[in-house]
């Protein structure tokens, strides 16, 4: 694969890592990509504009307000003129910007007037990296559909050692690409996801629901649709991002969610990952329950909710391929195996529920066994992140090798 007339937009902003991007822009060039690029002013600290134009072949853009940049080359076609937008190295500020929509400068105004895939290579101090702000940003814009390129493990030019080394000129060319070569495996497939929590009610401002924070839910949507699935999230209510280029119905009861559910069929695949309350309150009050004079408390009647993975593995018409996840507390493999066939699907993602010292709910990261009829495999723990993508790589086997 070469990148023959790919037109990628260069942003270069201000960290050490800047010093590699003349090597970046030579294996671009070598391919046959054409390169533009555009230089902060923090990245000017690190590399000059002659280098960069020399290298690229083509006219440098730092300045915003510059007339004969803006003549020559206005920010708004810069964005249009481009297959791809890149930004290596990527600082934490200007991903925080992104992530706010602010344009103060020509790099942020360029990437807010854009509607292309946009390419992120971050580079940074580790505690930079760590920080819950810069991690926040980043799920807003990988939710956004930007494809973030992972800092790695090493030695800073600080003097510190930890995540946030900017990956190799290399390795980023490698994810070039791989880009350009993707094909979109799922293409012309619906897939439909269930995420996070419902809440059943108990008076006007009461209700039962459980953890469950949707992460995993939402990471499996966006690499399904990143894979080119037609994909239809449908969400209880959690504290996340709306992912983007997906059709997202929003519910609050698990009733409400089997209903969004069968509503949404015919798919061919279906990932029940929401943590559907198993019981509604029979007779919710439409007002807030008093607190009784004599002391005594109210008895909630329950009633039991439709099992929607159930439902969806026994239909008829049913999706071919129909995903559970079962959080269990012990004997993992035999419990799930036990679910598989009771709600009649094909796989389980079965997780240990952690503990206090290593929760599962609402962290990042998680530890599965992936069950189907025939066989279990056990995946070490990595983020939901890794989980949803290996996941999708297996739903793409099915699919295509299976077949
Ligand atoms: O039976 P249990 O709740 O452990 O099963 C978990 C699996 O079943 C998950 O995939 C969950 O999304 C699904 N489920 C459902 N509807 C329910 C209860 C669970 O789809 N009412």
New binding site residues.
Partial sequence: MNLKNRRILLIVSGGIAAIKIPELIRLMKKSGAHVRCILTQGGAQFVTPLSLAALSENNVYTDLWSLKDETEMGHIRLSREADLILIAPATAHIMAKMAHGLADDLASTTLLASDKPVMIVPAMNHKMWEHPATQQNLETLRARGAFILEPTMGDMACGEVGVGRMMEPVEIFASLENFFSASKPLHGKKALV?AGPTREPIDAVRYISNESSGRQGYAIAQALRDAGADVTLITGPVDLPAPSHMNILRVTT?RE??EATLNCLPVDLAV???????WAVAHPSSSKMKKRDNGSSPNLTLTE????????GERENRPSLV??????TEKLAENALE?LKN?K?DW?VANQVGDKENPIFGAEQNQVMLITRTHSEEWPRISKLAVATRLVQKITDHFTKDK
Avoid: Q, S
């Fill in positions: 269930t698990a969610m089997y029940c990952t929401a943590a559907v309350a198993d909710n439709p099992d929607i993975l159930k439902t969806l995903i559970g996840f079962a959080a269990e679910k709600k699907c389980i």
